[in-house]
């Protein structure tokens, strides 16, 4: 079954819409099983081998989901703050360290007066 066949345009997801909306108004979990179980359906319909990978798909990302999400509540503020801080100045440290050293290589190789053009076009001696 493909988004555009018939079978899906007519019947299949206005059955799925349907119900899903009847369901919705008594339970929202039920409803998103509902999707849920549908999509599987649908994807099944095609090739049923792909189920179980999708199963399996859903239950790593879930998994690996949940691992972070409590690794993050896990960690204070002060300390994503202090991470987010010192990120931040070992990036500006090596870009420093990594500009002086290639000035330096430069003044080494004889390059470093080499001309260059500024922004008004005109050659200038650095």
Known sequence: MLF??????????PIIFLVFFQIGKTSHALASFWLAAASLFFYGWWDIRYVALLLASIAFNYAAGYVIGHRVARQSVSQSVSQSVSQSVSQSVSQSVSQSVSQSVKNLAGLGNWRQFNSAGLFQIR
Request: no cysteine.
């Open 4 to 13: 555009n066949s018939y079978i899906f345009i007519f019947a299949f997801f």
